[in-house]
C-alpha cells in the first residue's frame, strides 16, 4: 500500500500539495516516519542504515530490512552519469560471483528526471543482473546522505554499515580500476572479517535532486521558499564529468 501511495504521489505533483508538505509526505512514504534532523547527517560505520521500502522499474517492491540473513550491496546510480554507467559491467560479474553466496545487490536510482520506464529500457539493453530501484523525490538518497552516482553502501547480516563509498579506483568511467574495493569488502565480510577501509571517497556524477523548498530571509521580510538542485560533477582525480 505504501509503496503504491508514493508511485500516485509522483505522478499527481502530489495531489496539488505544497512542495515543503509533499517532500514530507514522501519522506514519511519512503522511511516509513517524518523527516528529521538525524535523516540528513551522514551514516557512520557500524550504524544501523535506515529501513527503506522501494519499488524497482517492473512495479516490485524491495524492502531493506526484508534481508536481513545476508549482505546487501547498495549502490546509488545513474544511467544519465558516464561513471555509472561505466561501472555496469563490472558490476554485473560481480552479481554473478556474490550472488551465489547470498549476497543482494540492488541499484537506486534518485536521478530527479528518471523515469522507471526509461530505467527499465537501459536495463534490458545492458541485460542488468539485478533490480534498479526508483528513489522517488530522491528520499532515500538523503536520509543516507548519498550525493554521487556510483556510491556504494554495504550492509553487514545485522542491517549496520560495513562500507561505504568508490566502487573502484578507476580514473575514466570506462576503465575498471586496479582495485575493486566493494569486492575486497565482500571477502573480507563473507570471511568473518572486518573491512581493512571501510570508508573510501566516491567519485563519478552528483545525483540531480528534485527541487526542495528552502527559506530565504532578507531584513524585513518574511521567510520566502526557494528550491536547490544538485552541484556540480567530478570525477576521481578532479576531472569534470557528466
Same mark, same amino acid.
Not at 504521489?9 to 495531489?15: P, Q, R, T, V, W
Not at 534481508?67 to 546509488?76: A, C, E, R, S, W
Not at 561505504?164 to 575514466?172: F, I, M, P, S, T
Given at each position: 500500500?505504501?509503496?503504491?501511495?508514493?508511485?500516485?504521489?509522483?505522478?499527481?505533483?502530489?495531489?496539488?500539495?505544497?512542495?515543503?508538505?509533499?517532500?514530507?509526505?514522501?519522506?514519511?512514504?519512503? +522511511?516509513?516516519?517524518?523527516?528529521?534532523?538525524?535523516?540528513?547527517?551522514?551514516?557512520?560505520?557500524?550504524?544501523? +542504515?535506515?529501513?527503506?521500502?522501494?519499488?524497482?522499474?517492473?512495479?516490485?517492491? @524491495?524492502?531493506?530490512?526484508?534481508?536481513?540473513?545476508? +549482505?546487501?550491496?547498495?549502490?546509488?546510480?545513474?544511467?544519465?552519469?558516464?561513471?555509472?554507467?561505466?561501472?555496469?559491467?563490472?558490476?554485473?560479474?560481480? =552479481?554473478?560471483?556474490?550472488?551465489?553466496?547470498?549476497?543482494?545487490?540492488?541499484?537506486?536510482?534518485?536521478?530527479?528526471?528518471?523515469?522507471?520506464?526509461?530505467?527499465?529500457?537501459?536495463?534490458?539493453?545492458?541485460?542488468?543482473? @539485478?533490480?534498479?530501484?526508483?528513489?522517488?523525490?530522491?528520499?532515500?538518497?538523503?536520509?543516507?546522505?548519498?550525493?554521487?552516482?556510483?556510491?556504494? @553502501?554495504?550492509?553487514?547480516?545485522?542491517?549496520? +554499515?560495513?562500507?561505504?563509498? *568508490?566502487?573502484?579506483?578507476?580514473?575514466?568511467?570506462?576503465?575498471?580500476?586496479? &582495485?575493486? @574495493?566493494?569486492?575486497?569488502?565482500?571477502?573480507?565480510?563473507?570471511?568473518?572479517?572486518?573491512?581493512?577501509?571501510? =570508508?573510501?571517497?566516491?567519485?563519478?556524477?552528483?545525483?540531480?535532486? *528534485?527541487?526542495?523548498?528552502? *527559506?530565504?530571509? &532578507?531584513?524585513?521580510?518574511?521567510?520566502?521558499?526557494?528550491?536547490?538542485?544538485?552541484?556540480?560533477?567530478?570525477?576521481? *582525480?578532479?576531472?569534470?564529468?557528466?
Amino acid at each position: 500500500m505504501i509503496e503504491k501511495s508514493a508511485y500516485r504521489i509522483k505522478k499527481s505533483g502530489i495531489f496539488g500539495m505544497g512542495m515543503g508538505t509533499a517532500f514530507l509526505l514522501a519522506t514519511w512514504l519512503v +522511511l516509513g516516519g517524518p523527516a528529521s534532523a538525524k535523516d540528513k547527517a551522514s551514516v557512520e560505520i557500524g550504524a544501523k +542504515l535506515p529501513d527503506f521500502t522501494l519499488k524497482s522499474y517492473n512495479g516490485k517492491a @524491495y524492502q531493506l530490512s526484508k534481508f536481513k540473513d545476508g +549482505l546487501v550491496v547498495l549502490n546509488f546510480c545513474s544511467q544519465e552519469c558516464p561513471w555509472s554507467r561505466g561501472i555496469e559491467p563490472s558490476m554485473s560479474k560481480l =552479481v554473478k560471483k556474490y550472488g551465489l553466496k547470498g549476497v543482494v545487490f540492488l541499484g537506486i536510482d534518485s536521478h530527479k528526471d528518471t523515469s522507471p520506464d526509461a530505467i527499465e529500457k537501459h536495463a534490458k539493453e545492458q541485460k542488468l543482473p @539485478y533490480p534498479i530501484l526508483k528513489d522517488v523525490g530522491n528520499v532515500y538518497a538523503d536520509a543516507v546522505h548519498a550525493t554521487r552516482t556510483p556510491e556504494v @553502501y554495504i550492509v553487514d547480516t545485522h542491517g549496520k +554499515l560495513a562500507y561505504h563509498g *568508490a566502487y573502484d579506483d578507476r580514473k575514466a568511467p570506462d576503465k575498471t580500476g586496479e &582495485t575493486n @574495493y566493494v569486492a575486497k569488502a565482500l571477502d573480507a565480510l563473507l570471511a568473518g572479517e572486518k573491512v581493512e577501509k571501510p =570508508v573510501v571517497k566516491a567519485w563519478g556524477c552528483t545525483i540531480k535532486r *528534485a527541487p526542495k523548498p528552502m *527559506a530565504s530571509t &532578507t531584513p524585513g521580510n518574511t521567510a520566502t521558499p526557494q528550491t536547490q538542485t544538485g552541484t556540480a560533477d567530478v570525477g576521481p *582525480a578532479g576531472s569534470g564529468s557528466e
